[in-house]
């Protein structure tokens, strides 16, 4: 039996705790990401041809992904919803 002593083996390292950078707050404001967003989640939802307001909310959420605001993102899904679901 190998006696244990304090020190860690020559192999391993510690770990240590990784601190990532927090990313920028991107704001709805942006007005031409808003509008970029906007063109793709309605060419999304076009190709997709969803059935309901529902499966455009869906289309729409993981287009934005967290970058716009609830009132911006309820007037994207509406605006997709009354070109697409016509």
Do not use: C, W
């Amino acid at each position: 039996m190998v006696p244990v002593t304090g020190a860690a083996a020559a192999y391993r390292r510690r770990m240590l705790p990784q601190r990532v950078a927090a990313l920028p707050n991107r704001r709805s404001g942006d007005a031409s990401r808003v509008r970029y967003l906007h063109l793709v989640a309605a060419a999304r939802a076009k190709e997709a041809r969803p059935a309901s307001e529902q499966q455009v909310a869906d289309i729409v959420r993981v287009t934005v992904d967290d970058e716009v605001d609830t009132r911006t993102f309820a007037a994207i899904v509406a605006d997709v919803a009354s070109d697409v679901l016509r």
